[in-house]
């Protein structure tokens, strides 16, 4: 590689982001660049000419493998729409100055649907204009909703973290007084998309029988059946949980969060904040049936419990990473690094191509024959899907009996280094 590579971060972070970082780090100086630019708050960053050498802030192969393991974006993110290419040149003409002065070869965007979609418009400028750059996405998001890969990094380690906390909670109702009712709801992220949601079903196994419903957004939810369902259950059984997803909506497709009223933020793509069901739900359980109930809101835990990542989720992070420097450095453009998966017994998997056109703000929903006819819990080939990506684990380096992170000092920062 005889010119610099550019990396940046976008859209909500996961468990592992920081390992496809390293991964991209890693093979831009194996491969001989001279720099490796960090955008600081992705391409909203950049235009700001917010930018780090990275060299300066990964000093050693322990620095790599910390980074590996520290969760939430090291470079910082954003969640910024370009313009359309034909609406405002002005902001590409920045872009590209930038990206000249830099001498940059490649440049990569660690991201999801959205921020693939800055991937496809500076890639068609480029060609447009004749410029020489490459860009080449990695694809990154818990919610597991890009389309073309058979999954992202950063779902794995979430669905583990989901998993896990699922089945605690569920022993922690187990304990609960003697002849009380309790009903505990869930909720968890994952947007339009219920695999995460889904996962919370791999609790399930021979010391915990794994949530009572599970609910995602796929399926239209109605209130009045749910309660109905509940006090069914409550006939059997005293203690209950439920998962839900933060994006269930009923079938006119007003989310549940909405009722609550907790927010009513819209974001750059115009997704709404969806937070505040599970709080709802637990109060019409309160009113209409009568018992305690309880909402636990997995939130930003979801995605940001590095210290129980998935190791296949660690190490797929990585090579995706890695991936998209060498497709990048051959002449690809345009493009999303996927995850093939080769095998499940044992389970392994390999790196493909797309074009990013085909990726770029789309969004791949549960399949309907993997939930069940009523709409309340997953099937098995869901399940047996989900369960090879949360193997293993990826042990932190411990510190004062903490995980240890590797940090920016915090702050916009300066204009370049
Ligand atoms: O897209 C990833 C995600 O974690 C979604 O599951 C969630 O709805 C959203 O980001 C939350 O984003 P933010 O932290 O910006 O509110």
Redesign the pocket.
């Given at each position: 590689m005889k010119g610099n590579v550019i990396v940046g971060q976008s859209?909500?972070p996961t468990a592992v982001i920081n390992s496809s970082l390293a991964g991209v780090y890693r093979t831009a100086i194996d491969r001989g660049a001279k720099k490796v630019y960090g955008m600081r708050f992705g391409i909203q960053g950049l235009l700001d000419e917010q930018y780090v050498d990275l060299s300066k802030h990964i000093k050693n192969d322990l620095d790599v493998e910390i980074l590996k393991r520290t969760p939430s974006a090291f470079l910082g993110t954003c969640?910024y729409k370009l313009p359309d290419i034909h609406e405002n040149q002005d902001i590409y003409v920045k872009i590209f100055e930038i990206l000249d002065k830099l001498n940059i070869e490649c440049f990569i965007y660690i991201g999801?649907n959205d921020s693939m979609d800055t991937i496809k418009k500076l890639s068609d400028y480029a060609i447009l204009m004749g410029k020489s750059q490459k860009f080449v996405g990695v694809p990154k998001?818990?919610?597991n909703d890009l389309a073309l890969t058979d999954h992202t990094p950063g779902y794995g380690s979430a669905a583990k973290y989901i998993a896990t906390s699922t089945k605690e909670v569920i022993r922690d109702g187990l304990g609960f007084s003697y002849k009380k009712k309790l009903v505990t709801i869930i909720e968890i992220?994952?947007?339009n998309a219920g695999w995460?949601t889904g996962a919370s079903a791999l609790s399930r196994g021979e010391d915990c029988d794994g949530p009572d419903l599970i609910y995602l957004p796929e399926v239209p939810f109605e209130i009045d059946r749910f309660v109905d369902r509940v006090r069914k259950l409550l006939e059997k059984k005293d203690v209950i949980v439920v998962a839900i997803s933060?994006g269930i909506r009923t079938a006119e497709g007003k989310y549940i969060s909405e009722f609550s009223a907790a927010t009513d933020y819209v974001?750059a793509f115009g997704?709404k904040?969806?937070t505040g069901s599970a709080s709802y739900l637990a109060n019409v359980i309160n009113q209409q049936v009568g018992c305690k109930a309880r909402a636990v809101e997995f939130s930003?835990l979801q995605?940001s419990a590095a210290h129980l990542a998935s190791r296949v989720d660690v190490n797929e992070a990585f090579m995706v990473g890695g991936a998209a420097v060498k497709a990048a450095d051959e002449g690809d453009t345009g493009r999303m690094v996927v995850i093939d998966r080769v095998s499940d017994d044992p389970y392994q998997s390999a790196t493909g191509i797309y074009d990013v056109h085909k990726i770029a703000n789309g969004e791949k929903l549960v399949p309907r024959e993997w939930i069940n006819k009523e709409g309340t819990y997953v099937t098995e080939e869901f399940i047996d899907y989900v369960r090879p990506l949360i193997q293993g684990d990826s042990p932190c380096v411990m510190v004062g009996g903490i995980p240890r992170h590797l940090y920016m000092s915090s702050g916009r920062g300066k204009k370049g280094e």
């Open positions: 859209g909500g969640r999801g998001t818990i919610d992220m994952g947007r995460l933060e974001d997704h904040q969806l930003t995605r």
